[in-house]
Nanobody, 121 residues
Framework: QVHLVESGGGLVQAGESLTLSCVAS????????MGWFRQAPEKAREFVGA????????YFADSVKGRFAISRDNAENTVYLQMDSLKPDDTAVYYC??????????????WGQGTQVTVSS
C-alpha cells in the first residue's frame, strides 16, 4: 500500500512557475514509476508526465513538453513536478500516481488527493 499526498498548488499568473511535490508513505516507493495527471472542470483526466522508478527517464505530454520537468528523490519518497511558463490552459487539479510509469491512468495503482493549480491571464 502506498499513500500519496500532493502539495504546492496555488494561484499564479501566466508565465510564472510552480513546483508540486508528492510525498509517498508506505513501502517500496522506489519500485514504482510515478506519473502526474491533471483534470480541469468538465474535462477528462489528462496525462502530464511520468518518471521511471529509478528516475533515469522522463517523458511528457506534448502540451507541456519543454515547460515542465519531473524529478524524484527515492531517499525522501518524493516526486516533483516543476512547472515553468505556466498558461491559463494549465489550470486544473493535479494528481500524482504510483504504478507503471506510463501515460495511461489505468496502469496506476495509487493516487493522491490532488492539488489545485490556477493560472490567471
Amino acid at each position: 500500500q502506498v499513500h500519496l499526498v500532493e502539495s504546492g498548488g496555488g494561484l499564479v499568473q501566466a508565465g510564472e512557475s510552480l513546483t508540486l511535490s508528492c510525498v509517498a508513505s508506505g513501502r517500496n516507493f522506489s519500485n514504482y514509476g510515478m506519473g502526474w495527471f491533471r483534470q480541469a472542470p468538465e474535462k477528462a483526466r489528462e496525462f502530464v508526465g511520468a518518471i521511471t522508478s529509478s528516475g533515469d527517464s522522463t517523458y511528457f505530454a506534448d502540451s507541456v513538453k519543454g515547460r515542465f520537468a519531473i524529478s524524484r528523490d527515492n531517499a525522501e519518497n518524493t516526486v516533483y513536478l516543476q512547472m515553468d511558463s505556466l498558461k491559463p490552459d494549465d489550470t486544473a487539479v493535479y494528481y500524482c500516481a504510483a504504478g507503471a510509469g506510463s501515460r495511461w491512468w489505468v496502469e496506476y495503482d495509487y493516487w493522491g488527493q490532488g492539488t489545485q493549480v490556477t493560472v490567471s491571464s
